[in-house]
């Protein structure tokens, strides 16, 4: 049944694919406004007509995620002086700094119960609305890149408050408003309860929050964010109550980024290229899917085995490999939404999630930045392949430089610096090594995890190391900070660079990019790169406790 459910998942997606991508072509193509698009435009002081270059698109970005930081800050530290907050005291600072940074990077890594720190308007009108539009900053991103591919001679990437707001209006917002009708029709709740006492799940009293849980559900999924409302998120049943919801949840996670390979090849006049990074996002998920079920299922470790399954730290309802699945596919993307215990897993079990994570989350990624992640990769496997047959490497009529590669390999080792530096230095001070609840190569698995949650702005946790701490809040902090915006950076100068330049003819030394050989090509190349980067790292960790179980 667990292969079932996979298959059902590819189909389901399979069927979206095409007119939810032809969609997203429509909306960041038009020019057209509509009437709540124009009010925001005169609010925000936007001239939507006008196009920027990639420079102004980037201190867009910046501007608008600094702004929203300060502002979600400011939600968590006066929210006992703001309505609807429960009666909760204010955030403390360095779990607030944490918290905004997570929330407006869409990493959404949380430190904290969220059901005892955030009254409901912190939850409503921070989190949520971060969820929203963190994810429609990385759909912006996204765009941009494409039309730098297909821009030929102009400096110009569109607008990126444009693509915003349609990001957010268009695509994001219907979504969930459907989504969050099928969730409350799943068990989920929406109500403005406070706490109040609930027998039902327990048999006994326990203090639970209601509140609008539905619908901050469905925004984390779709937007590939974490941040559950509860603490044990997606494996809460106010969270994730069904089998049917498990897997309409994985449905919302998967949605959109593997729809947006649609969109790029229509924007770039060339469908068959969009298949074709679909095909390579597709093959590297399918094989992390598996691998993930093989060794959960497999239980290679001494209690598992002994049992005849690896159910600890799975919720019943869903079983081993609907978790194992679910684990693949939050690890996959940028999502960090959890509902089993990473920490639980077999040895090979949880370093399928990290080595997921470590490639980028590109497969098919976050809301647009599994895209770009994954286009980037392409520019970096041309490059390769131009150097094997001694000519200049191209990509969709655009030559791939040394401009371009540098900016190619500088997005690419981001996040292998700060996951090495980070677990470096935790395992190297008082402070990260008094947070570790467990030794040997366990231990350092669970810091290794968290920094390359953080980077990766992926947001969920392996658990097992305390890590609501001034140290660790300020140091994960700055990591899904410099993971988010160096990247967005190097994409959006990348992406000028390209729209700069004019289309070069297709000759037969022309290396065909929509082929079968270059899917396997851009696997291989993602694959090699990172097991280069983190293979000493993942020898110290899971794959010395699974050799030694």
Excluded at 112 to 140: I, K, P, R
Excluded at 250 to 261: E, G, H, M, Y
């Amino acid at each position: 049944m667990g292969w079932v459910f996979v298959a059902s998942l590819v189909i389901a997606l399979a069927l979206v694919h095409k007119p939810l991508g032809d969609h997203m072509h429509k909306v960041f193509t038009t020019t057209n406004h509509n009437r709540v698009e124009r009010f925001l435009y005169r609010l925000l002081g936007v001239q939507p007509d006008a196009e920027q270059k990639w420079g102004v698109y980037a201190r867009g970005v910046l501007a608008f995620s600094i702004v929203s930081l300060l502002a979600l800050y400011g939600l968590q530290r006066l929210q006992d002086k703001l309505f609807l907050s429960l009666g909760f005291a204010p955030v403390p600072d360095h779990i607030a700094w944490n918290t905004a940074v997570s929330f407006v990077t869409n990493t959404n890594w949380q430190a904290y119960s969220g059901e005892s720190t955030m009254g409901h308007l912190v939850q409503m009108s921070g989190l949520a609305v971060q969820n929203f539009v963190s994810a429609a900053v990385g759909m912006a991103v996204a765009i941009a890149l494409v039309r730098g591919f297909a821009r030929r001679g102009s400096d110009t990437l569109g607008n990126f408050w444009v693509d915003l707001v349609r990001g957010t209006i268009r695509v994001l917002l219907p979504l969930a408003f459907a989504g969050a009708l099928v969730l409350v029709a799943g068990g989920l709740v929406q109500n403005f309860a406070g706490p109040h006492e609930i027998t039902a799940l327990t048999g006994g009293t326990q203090n639970l929050t209601g509140g609008p849980v539905a619908s901050q559900e469905v925004i984390k999924e779709l937007g590939t964010n974490g941040g559950g409302f509860y603490n044990t998120n997606s494996a809460h049943p106010f969270e994730n109550a069904t089998s049917w919801t498990n897997w309409f949840e994985i449905f919302l996670i998967l949605l959109i980024p593997f729809a947006l390979p649609r969109t790029f090849g229509k924007m770039v006049g060339q469908p068959r290229q969009g298949y074709a990074i679909l095909a390579a996002m597709g093959i590297i998920a399918l094989a992390s899917v598996t691998l993930t079920n093989v060794f959960e299922l497999g239980g290679d470790a001494t209690v598992p085995q002994a049992v005849g399954a690896a159910m600890e730290g799975k919720d019943v309802r869903f079983g081993v490999a609907n978790s194992a699945t679910f684990a693949a596919a939050t690890t996959l993307t940028s999502t960090g939404a959890v509902n089993s215990f990473h920490d639980s897993y077999t040895p090979f079990g949880g370093m399928m999630t990290l080595f997921d994570m470590m490639l980028g989350e590109v497969a098919p990624g976050g809301v647009g930045a599994g895209l770009y992640g994954m286009l980037v990769l392409a520019v970096i496997t041309v490059f390769v392949a131009g150097l094997m047959v001694g000519r200049t490497p191209e990509y969709l009529g655009k030559k791939i430089g040394s401009r371009e590669i540098k900016l190619a390999s500088m997005y690419f080792l981001v996040t292998p610096i700060l996951v090495l530096v980070g677990t470096a230095v935790a395992m190297g001070n008082e402070a990260g090594l008094a947070a570790m609840l467990n030794s040997g190569p366990h231990g350092f698995s669970e810091i290794l995890y968290a920094f390359t949650s953080a980077s990766n702005n992926n947001g969920s946790a392996f658990g097992g190391v305390t890590v609501n701490t001034p140290w660790y809040d300020v140091a994960l902090g700055l990591c899904m900070l410099l993971g988010r915006f160096l990247p967005i950076i190097f994409v959006l100068a990348l992406a000028g660079s390209l729209a700069r330049q004019k289309p070069a003819p297709e000759s037969a030394g022309t290396l065909p990019t929509h082929r079968p050989q270059f899917v396997g090509m851009v696997v291989g190349v993602t694959i090699i790169l990172v097991a280069l980067t983190f293979l000493p790292a993942l020898a110290l960790g899971p794959l010395a406790e699974g050799l030694l179980s």
